[in-house]
């Protein structure tokens, strides 16, 4: 039999997270050629920026049932070719409309793969090392920011114009080696004994090199059991209450931090600060270096300290910076620390909530759901992520040019002084159990 360092499978998987966050912040370097070319008013240039958000929510929806209907190495799969396609419209879209339909079905298809990718390697990742392998997904999507960032700013240099083609077409080549590793990696083994393949499952155990395999399959299967003689594989029953109840929180509070609204933003946030286009981008660089950064420290922290630390320490640090940058719009006085205030809170802001809820977030949602209900409630965390994430990504540019930056970021870190006490007070700690054993703590929260 083949044998398969789990790492390397979790690699492969987390690849689908490498699209996502490219996707993302590609969008940043296109928004003032777009906004140029089809005479967009801030509106308008925020929808054409958030249709491919609004697919996500879409996919969100969709995906669920097929995830669990044909498994999640096949749903990757198609998913990934489908997506090399999508891009490959959006790059040579012949009008607005065009671009529009394609960058909605691009978010449709990247919400379905947000959805799958963290749950697979949660399923496929022994307790010990779930968080960090979980958090793969999380530290390819901010790999993926930076060099977006990167290749925006080189290809704005390279071409006059018409960038913003290149930019979003350069996306069907990740997507295109994603379809082709994917073929590599076995299938989980929890949704295998979902559908009553045991031996198909202790072969993947054993081909992952598993502790005990036999063992791995025999409690899956009776949490299996348990869960079909109590919920039936519904999501919104009782017994769901508290794991809903979190995935929903969560997600809210990750974009209410405002973080893939100043990502996609965040040339135009340098410039409002009195930057240069060419030096926004430039700066811009800086902020996706920072993510990348402080995700690589939480790799070694997620597991060691636990989800709430991280989570409580980001929220102080959070607040800090979104409270300085709130102050410098407010005062409309850029020249903090040499001019580059504006620059350095921005990144203050980033690192706090890269190995914070950049760090935890899909890691949570991996984890706190049933065996037989999880790409449901992945699913759930996922849309309501997606959801909040649309609204702010669309009415960002609205709200600077009505109430100005000082009240936007100001917002941002209000919300974040909540979510400390949310991390405090409500979420449990998740760090070195199983999934099932993680089950059995919530029953014990909330009976």
């Avoid at 496929?124 to 920011?145: C, E, Y």
Wanted: proline share 3%; with cysteine; aromatic share 14%.
């Amino acid at each position: 039999m083949r044998r398969q360092n789990v790492l390397l499978i979790a690699i492969i998987i987390a690849l689908g997270g490498f699209l996502f966050g490219y996707d993302i912040a590609m969008m940043s370097g296109t928004t003032t050629q777009l906004e140029s070319l089809y005479n967009l008013n801030s509106f308008w240039l925020g929808f054409t920026t958030a249709v491919a958000i609004i697919g996500t929510i879409v996919g969100t929806i969709i995906i669920g049932k097929p995830a669990e209907k044909f498994g999640r190495k096949k749903s990757l799969i198609l998913l990934s070719g489908l997506f090399a396609v999508s891009t490959l419209g959006s790059a040579f879209a012949l009008s607005w409309g065009m671009l529009l339909f394609f960058r909605f079905v691009t978010g449709v298809l990247l919400g379905c793969i947000t959805v799958v990718t963290p749950m697979f390697i949660a399923e496929i990742s022994p307790a010990k090392k779930r968080g960090q392998l979980v958090l793969l997904n999380q530290f390819f999507v901010v790999t993926a920011i930076f060099l977006a960032f990167a290749v925006n700013y080189l290809l704005a240099n390279i071409f006059e114009s018409g960038s913003w083609r290149w930019m979003i077409g350069v996306e069907a080549i990740p997507a295109a080696i994603f379809f082709l590793l994917l073929n590599l990696v076995p299938e989980s083994p929890r949704w295998l004994i979902n559908k009553g393949r045991t031996d198909e499952a202790l072969a993947v155990f054993q081909r992952i090199k598993a502790e005990n395999p036999e063992e791995e399959v025999s409690i899956v299967k009776v949490a299996v059991e348990q869960e079909e003689a109590i919920e039936h594989g519904k999501l919104f029953v009782r017994e769901n209450r508290f794991p809903v109840m979190i995935a929903i929180l969560i997600a809210a509070f990750n974009q209410l931090a405002g973080i893939n609204a100043i990502m996609i933003y965040a040339p135009r946030v340098f410039e409002m600060a009195g930057f240069g286009t060419n030096a926004s981008l430039l700066q811009s660089i800086s902020v996706g270096a920072t993510n990348l950064l402080f995700t690589f420290v939480a790799l070694f922290l997620i597991d060691k300290y636990g989800r709430r630390t991280l989570l409580m320490t980001g929220s102080v640090g959070m607040v800090f910076f979104l409270g300085m940058l709130s102050k410098s719009f407010f005062i409309q006085n850029y020249s903090d620390l040499g001019g580059y205030g504006v620059m350095i809170y921005l990144m203050g802001f980033i690192a706090f909530f890269a190995f914070s809820q950049g760090a935890v977030l899909w890691v949570v949602i991996s984890e706190i759901f049933p065996n037989k209900v999880r790409s449901k409630g992945q699913a759930l965390g996922t849309f309501t992520h997606w959801i909040f994430a649309a609204a702010l990504i669309w009415g960002f540019p609205v709200l600077n040019n009505t109430v100005g930056g000082g009240i936007s970021f100001g917002f941002f870190a209000v919300m974040m002084v909540l979510h400390f006490f949310f991390a405090w007070k409500i979420l449990p700690e998740t760090k070195g159990k199983s999934l099932e054993e993680i089950q059995e703590e919530i029953k014990k929260l909330t009976n």
